[in-house]
T-cell receptor, first 109, second 117 residues
């Protein structure tokens, strides 16, 4: 299986609800990042969390990292229809950046 | 606008054609990447260039030929492609991992949609 696996593969929620996506990985990492991709577009960097950090916030985004469990979560609070996109985690180990398969988030108005 | 520009955005080519994808970055980065994104598959890293030298080539068929003439430009030359090569090709750039400015945040272009008929 892939380094950096997102869970769930697809998530559908109502506007205003919170969305939580999880990422698991296998090897030790330097940092973990989350990216967003609107349909048919390039990926946009959202947030980076280093291996010695446990939690990070950016606007409506909250990322946690548990290196003992080799997992991370991305929480989007008060979701909006415009948050509909695919979300990818990417782990850095050495000089290698590896992406997971992504979670497709749909926020219904 | 991410600072990474890809052209063309859409390309349809026959299996016997030769075409090229172009990428330009205006971010002062020294590393550039080509990724392939196919439906229902993870992003596949194809090539990595650092300071215009290829540092990674992930078993990509020779019908894909990259070129990096300088740190701001990256090309992907395509010839005798197969229908299964149809995908979104993403260019990206960053400061090379391990350097002081590093942190591995990479900036993507909008991608080039390639259809091989």
């Amino acid at each position: 299986s892939q380094q950096g696996e997102e869970d769930p593969q697809a998530l559908s929620i109502q506007e205003g609800e919170n969305a939580t996506m999880n990422c698991s990985y296998k090897t030790s990492i330097n940092n973990l990042q989350w990216y967003r991709q609107n349909s048919g577009r390039g990926l946009v960097h959202l947030i980076l969390i280093r291996s010695n950090e446990r939690e990070k916030h950016s606007g409506r985004l909250r990322v946690t990292l548990d290196t003992s469990k080799k997992s991370s979560s991305l929480l989007i609070t008060a979701s909006r229809a415009a948050d509909t996109a695919s979300y990818f985690c990417a782990t850095t180990s050495g000089s290698r950046l590896t992406f997971g398969e992504g979670t497709q988030l749909t926020v219904n108005p | 606008e991410t600072g990474v520009t890809q052209t063309p955005r859409h390309l349809v080519m026959g299996m016997t054609n030769k075409k090229s994808l172009k990428c330009e970055q205006h971010l002062g980065h020294n590393a550039m990447y080509w990724y392939k994104q196919s439906a229902k598959k993870p992003l596949e890293l194809m090539f990595v260039y650092s300071l215009e030298e290829r540092v990674e080539n992930n078993s990509v068929p020779s019908r894909f030929s990259p070129e990096c003439p300088n740190s701001s430009h990256l090309f992907l030359h395509l010839h005798t492609l197969q229908p299964e090569d149809s995908a979104l090709y993403l260019c990206a750039s960053s400061h090379f991992p391990g350097q002081p400015q590093g942190g591995n945040t990479i900036y993507f272009g909008e991608g080039s949609w390639l259809t091989v008929v």
